[in-house]
């Protein structure tokens, strides 16, 4: 990998965290809509506009991945894990968990590092394995102050990281890639739409007509209306460039330069949603911002041939 290669795959990966970092924002304008709904909006205006800009470029070659069993499946178990990430995370923020979510994306980073290392023999430096031992000193100093087994944390965690394991194994484009894996989340979609699960009068489980469900969304204002119909673009360009990013770093790299996220969503949940996050929390958290910067300057030590994927 040369040095341009690496310097591009920084500014496509460092775009995506930060956007993704301040997307708390957008979801909060939105808490009049059910989690699931929202998913399943997420899912459809991703793929109508994938689908738009892949057909502007006449390229319709994109859904014949489908065709060959293996890449198929790659692209249904990549849907599936950004699909339950995205629902569990609007879920998390809505419900007054931002910070709890941040946790995960702090833990994530040491999945993508510990899947680096096993999947692809990526190599780390001292600095950086320096820096990985203070990342997951605050993870779990962080874990164990809390008191509790932080599911939504590292269920976040687990489903990002192996959706960024599956994308480095992906051989389409970044965008035709994304059109791929929105068009096999598709039927999930509509499901989520047209259906919920309760149970009936006999109090078993069971799957019932939910279009009538979707009434409420007449009596949503216009605001709300204009910032849902740009749900497939805010989901959409940060994958895209999580794409890119992915294609041009090792696994590490991507998994360090995730932190921008959820420091960036810690500090919306403490400073703007006003969340609860004790003053012991600090020690755990400076662990991780230390482990951040480590790992920054190990990237300027970069040799002139470039980075190594071993």
């Not at 999945?111 to 779990?140: D, P």
């Not at 590292?154 to 489903?159: V, W």
């Not at 969503?265 to 400076?286: D, H, K, N, W």
Request: aromatic letters at 16%.
């Amino acid at each position: 990998m040369n040095n341009s290669s690496f310097g591009r795959g920084i500014g496509f990966a460092v775009t995506s965290f930060v956007l993704w970092g301040v997307l708390p924002l957008y979801w909060k304008f939105l808490t009049a809509i059910d989690s699931l709904h929202i998913l399943a909006l997420r899912i459809i205006g991703s793929l109508m506009l994938v689908g738009a800009i892949l057909a502007i470029q006449k390229n319709f070659a994109w859904p014949a991945v489908f065709k060959d069993r293996a890449k198929g499946g790659l692209m249904i178990v990549t849907a599936f894990t950004i699909s339950a990430n995205w629902g569990l995370y609007i879920w998390a923020v809505n419900k007054g968990h931002t910070i709890e979510a941040s946790l995960g994306y702090y833990i994530n980073p040491l999945v993508s590092i510990a899947l680096g290392l096993i999947f692809f023999r990526e190599k780390l430096k001292a600095l950086q394995w320096a820096a990985f031992a203070l990342a997951a000193a605050g993870v779990l100093i962080l874990t164990v102050l809390s008191g509790s087994f932080p599911w939504i944390s590292i269920a976040l965690a687990l489903t990002f990281g192996i959706y960024g394991l599956f994308k480095k194994k992906v051989s389409l484009s970044a965008l035709e890639s994304l059109g791929a894996e929105t068009l096999a989340a598709l039927p999930l979609g509509v499901i989520l739409l047209l259906f919920r699960f309760g149970r009936g009068a006999d109090g078993l489980p069971r799957v019932l007509p939910g279009w009538r469900e979707l009434a409420y969304f007449a009596e949503l204002p216009v605001h709300t209306w204009i910032i849902l119909a740009f749900c497939g673009a805010v989901t959409a360009f940060p994958l895209y460039c999580f794409a890119k990013g992915a294609k041009l770093l090792p696994l590490s790299t991507v998994g360090f330069l995730q932190f921008f996220s959820p420091t960036f969503q810690f500090l919306l949940g403490y400073f703007i949603f006003r969340e609860y996050f004790p003053a012991r929390y600090f020690s755990a958290f400076t662990c991780i911002w230390a482990a951040v910067i480590i790992y920054i300057i190990s990237l300027k030590t970069v040799p002139r041939g470039g980075v190594k994927n071993v």
